[in-house]
């Protein structure tokens, strides 16, 4: 029915699990970043808690990754758990495409990334409207612009896997 690849890894299939490891990794790189007078002004309280339960100092956000932003929410807000659920969720489904990508399923490829693709969009409106990112006091971090390059890599990766399936 459909033809295989031939054993070697064929470069979509490279890309799209390069891909999927630099999101991971960008889950745990900083998201957001305080602007330089922000980021002297927590530096200067730096062990100041900014929480009840004392668990974050005003030096924790200077550089929040998305995993940061999520725990800090979840501590400071009851609706804070569904950050940590979505960032579990988009974990699972980056390693479903990774996995998918390494079966040569071009399709699971694609439905992985848009679901992880959309959990993340919910999470990058959600932390925009709380100020989180891209204001007067707080920038975009490496992280965010890399997120939005893996799944941009992973749809082409899956499109370039279809098109290979065809020529085969």
Do not use: C, Q
């Not at 929410?73 to 988009?90: D, P, R, S």
């Not at 699972?92 to 693709?117: D, E, G, M, R, Y």
Request: glycine share 2%.
């Amino acid at each position: 029915m459909f033809k295989k690849f031939k054993t070697a890894k064929p470069i979509p299939a490279i890309i799209i699990l390069v891909a999927s490891a630099i999101l991971l990794l960008s889950i745990f790189l900083p998201y957001s970043v305080a602007n330089k007078e922000l980021k002297e002004d927590l530096l200067e309280i730096s062990e100041t808690k900014i929480d009840e339960n004392d668990e974050f100092k005003a030096k924790d956000l200077v550089r929040v990754s998305l995993m940061e932003a999520a725990r800090i929410n979840k501590t400071l807000y009851e609706e804070g758990v569904f950050y940590v659920i979505f960032i579990i969720a988009i974990i699972v489904f980056t390693l479903l495409t990774a996995l998918s990508a390494n079966s040569k399923k071009p399709f699971l490829v694609l439905i992985f990334n848009l679901l992880a693709f959309l959990l993340f969009l919910i999470i990058k409106v959600d932390f925009a409207n709380l100020g989180v990112t891209s204001n007067e006091d707080f920038n975009s971090g490496i992280a965010f612009y890399l997120i939005h390059l893996t799944f941009i890599a992973n749809f082409i990766g899956a499109v370039w896997m279809f098109i290979k399936r065809k020529e085969l």
